[in-house]
């Protein structure tokens, strides 16, 4: 098995295919990381200073086999420390928590609605790649007006913008304007969310792991329906990293390289696409902003 690498435009490559730990402990989180890189073959792991799991995603790095070199790692800045100093020492933090040196790709989690200081957030990313111990810097949750803030500001784009993105909200808009700028996009939910209500005001329970069009694809493929939806995200070229602290959905998550879906395949599950959010519009919260 070998998973994909994308080209990123700072000139590193990401593995297509990685580990999302969202909503998990530090303890879960440890045994995740150590099983998906020893046992199932990953070497992408996603986490977030708002996860509050750095420490569980470092140990289980550390007591893994897997050289530090060989493993992708991104983490997020959240929206209390954005600002050009808070950035900073918010970045110092997270590093400690993972116990390394270095990460891969460190992201700005959401866009504030400050501009200004927005901005000045992104000087400091600007400042951390710079240095060197972010490979790449991307966002998260950036709409396309957000992006053109940064292409208007000038300098550094994004490596990255992961945003909410599954067959029901495939993001035309923000897919067509990060390829505009050579901006790689990633997806998160990309299983369409948890079967709880979401966490967005008008979100509604996950329906795409029973969904009748992706469960009869399935079929055909003698595949299950969340490996159905991860390949749909590769074959769109999109970086995908489902969430999973259990062993067998995470060997099974990454165990997509030996099927590919169809025209007709990819035709039904465009037929799905009804804008349903699992979290809040970017534009409408101002989650987590500087007090």
Same mark, same amino acid.
């Given at each position: 098995?070998?998973?994909? =690498?994308?080209?990123?435009?700072?000139?590193?490559? !990401?593995?297509?295919?990685?580990?999302?730990?969202?909503?998990? #402990?530090?303890?879960?989180?440890?045994?995740?990381?150590?099983?998906?890189? =020893?046992?199932?073959?990953?070497?992408?792991?996603?986490?977030? *200073?708002?996860?509050?799991?750095?420490?569980?995603?470092? &140990?289980?790095?550390?007591?893994?086999?897997?050289? %530090?070199?060989?493993?992708?790692?991104?983490?997020?800045?959240?929206?209390?420390?954005?600002?050009?100093?808070?950035?900073?020492?918010?970045?110092?933090?997270?590093?400690?928590?993972?116990?390394?040196?270095?990460?891969?790709?460190?992201?700005?989690?959401?866009?504030?609605?400050?501009?200004? %200081?927005?901005? &000045? #957030?992104?000087?400091?990313?600007?400042?951390?790649?710079?240095?060197?111990?972010?490979?790449?810097?991307?966002?998260?949750?950036?709409?396309?007006?957000?992006?053109? $803030? $940064?292409?208007?500001?000038?300098?550094? $784009?994004?490596?990255?913008?992961?945003?909410?993105?599954?067959?029901?909200?495939?993001?035309?808009?923000?897919?067509?304007?990060?390829?505009?700028?050579?901006?790689?996009?990633?997806?998160?939910?990309?299983? /369409?969310?948890?079967?709880?209500?979401?966490? /967005?005001?008008?979100?509604?329970? +996950?329906?795409?792991?029973?969904?009748?069009?992706? #469960?009869?694809?399935? =079929?055909?493929?003698?595949?299950?329906? @969340?490996?159905?939806?991860?390949?749909?995200?590769?074959?769109?070229?999109? !970086?995908?990293?489902?969430?999973?602290?259990?062993?067998?959905?995470? @060997?099974?998550?990454?165990?997509?390289?030996?099927?590919?879906?169809?025209?007709?395949?990819?035709?039904?599950? *465009?037929?799905? =696409?009804?804008?349903?959010?699992?979290?809040?519009?970017?534009?409408?919260? +101002? !989650?987590?902003?500087?007090?």
């Amino acid at each position: 098995m070998s998973i994909p =690498d994308i080209t990123l435009n700072s000139g590193t490559t !990401i593995p297509q295919l990685g580990l999302g730990v969202w909503q998990a #402990t530090n303890d879960e989180t440890e045994h995740a990381v150590r099983f998906a890189l =020893d046992e199932a073959g990953y070497r992408h792991i996603d986490t977030a *200073a708002a996860y509050g799991n750095e420490e569980g995603v470092g &140990r289980g790095i550390a007591s893994s086999s897997v050289p %530090r070199e060989d493993i992708f790692l991104t983490t997020k800045l959240w929206n209390s420390d954005q600002g050009y100093e808070p950035a900073l020492k918010a970045f110092d933090t997270s590093i400690d928590k993972l116990g390394v040196d270095y990460v891969d790709l460190y992201l700005v989690h959401w866009p504030l609605q400050d501009k200004e %200081r927005l901005l &000045r #957030t992104w000087d400091a990313m600007e400042k951390i790649a710079e240095s060197g111990r972010a490979k790449a810097v991307g966002v998260c949750n950036f709409e396309p007006h957000h992006l053109q $803030l $940064l292409v208007d500001r000038g300098g550094l $784009l994004p490596a990255v913008d992961q945003v909410e993105l599954h067959p029901h909200l495939p993001q035309h808009a923000i897919r067509e304007k990060a390829a505009e700028h050579g901006i790689a996009v990633e997806s998160w939910s990309p299983l /369409g969310g948890t079967s709880n209500a979401g966490w /967005g005001p008008a979100s509604k329970p +996950n329906t795409l792991l029973t969904d009748p069009v992706i #469960t009869r694809i399935g =079929d055909r493929h003698s595949k299950s329906a @969340a490996q159905v939806l991860i390949r749909w995200h590769l074959q769109n070229g999109l !970086i995908v990293i489902p969430k999973s602290v259990h062993d067998a959905r995470i @060997a099974a998550n990454i165990d997509v390289f030996d099927f590919e879906l169809t025209e007709l395949d990819l035709s039904e599950i *465009a037929t799905l =696409d009804d804008g349903t959010r699992v979290g809040a519009h970017p534009d409408e919260l +101002n !989650i987590g902003a500087p007090q």
